[in-house]
């Protein structure tokens, strides 16, 4: 599991789509940050129901109410140290 409760994440991938609709509504939230509360199973993946629910627009379809974001799709922000000017940077490893 990427988050924990509380966790400030980001929305950083968008995975498998079923239908055009999903694809773009996935896309859009794509860089959205959300505060995690609690998760859930749905549909066989953990589901995380935010803190700020949110409308979205998705071009070309009705307007949606966010209120969950799965699991896979987050990246939590925990203010890890930032390294001193003498550090190297930590290299980022990519899923």
Partial sequence: MNC????????VRTGTYATEYERA???ASLGRIVTVVSVYERAGMWTWKI????????PG?????????DDYMLQPIRGDKAPNATESPKTL???
């Fill in 61 to 69: 379809y009705s307007d949606v109410h966010v209120i969950g974001l």
């Fill in 25 to 27: 509504l996935l896309t």
């Fill in 93 to 95: 490893e990519v899923a």
């Fill in 4 to 11: 924990k409760p509380g966790d400030v994440a980001v929305v």
């Fill in 51 to 58: 803190k700020e629910p949110f409308w979205m627009e998705v």
